[in-house]
């Protein structure tokens, strides 16, 4: 006999829209489908794709939220289908104060109700039984001393021009530093080249960056320039030939915080 809802543990909370789409975006960019956890602290999210290339994880907390609620015990775990979720809430206006709760059981399955009432629009999700999805993983993202802060609408542009010399779909963007300068640049022996520079303004472990180069992926990049696009401040960590950490911060507290770890390109023989 399926259990409802109010034998469930249950939550209830209050979010900005655009900060919601933000992470399903990303979360998508990187698996099909995956874990949501709530607890008091807030929303979290880590996921990485089959091939251990690439991560994403995303979090709501504090004055992200507008209140939250947990009943019924500690946390709740929600499986969903990433794309689905973003389809949905991406309806809402950018700005919207976004109602979740989650669970209602409809039909015997498991939902989450996303509702705006000065919208009054409201959305019913069928989810995923949370056992049949992959957990979260366990490794937390790297760091590297070496960081640049950069404004996320001139990174996106970055990667957009950066797109436009590259010759195939295997082919990679290089993300570098060169003393203080922090760069992005493609070629292609057809199609000429592109190279963008940003001073640093951000934490260092040294005023000279130094002279680092790391590929990445084109697609890859042009997955994630979307989220990158929306966040004011985006933090690149990067050391010579080893994955890149990319933090996109949607909100001036930390609060709403997406971060991507990109691994290198490996050349082609």
Do not use: W
């Amino acid at each position: 006999m399926a259990q409802t809802a109010d034998e469930l543990t249950s939550v209830k909370t209050t979010v900005n829209a655009g900060h919601l789409t933000n992470v399903f975006e990303a979360l998508s960019d990187v698996r099909d489908e995956g874990k949501i956890k709530f607890t008091e602290e807030g929303l979290f999210a880590k996921v990485n794709d089959p091939s251990n290339t690439m991560m994403a994880v995303c979090k709501l907390s504090d004055t992200a939220l507008n209140g939250i609620v947990i009943d019924g015990g500690d946390e709740v775990m929600m499986g969903s289908t990433y794309e689905d979720i973003y389809d949905t809430v991406s309806a809402f206006g950018k700005s919207t104060e976004l109602q979740i709760e989650y669970p209602h059981v409809v039909s015997g399955s498991h939902a989450v109700r996303f509702n705006a009432p000065d919208e009054g629009l409201e959305f019913k999700e069928t989810v995923l039984d949370v056992d049949s999805v992959a957990d979260m993983p366990q490794t937390s993202p790297l760091s590297h001393k070496r960081r640049v802060v950069v404004d996320g609408t001139d990174l996106k542009k970055a990667i957009g021009h950066a797109e436009r010399y590259v010759s195939d779909s295997d082919s990679g963007i290089e993300l570098g530093t060169d003393g203080d300068v922090f760069y992005i640049e493609s070629s292609d022996k057809v199609a000429g080249s592109m190279r963008k520079e940003f001073y640093q303004s951000g934490p260092s472990g040294n005023d000279d960056l130094g002279n680092v180069e790391s590929s990445i992926g084109h697609i890859k990049l042009d997955d994630i320039k979307g989220v990158i696009g929306s966040a004011k401040n985006v933090t690149v960590h990067i050391a010579d030939s080893n994955p890149v950490r990319i933090d996109a911060d949607l909100d001036e507290n930390g609060d709403a915080q997406i971060i991507y770890i990109i691994a290198p390109r490996i050349e082609s023989n």
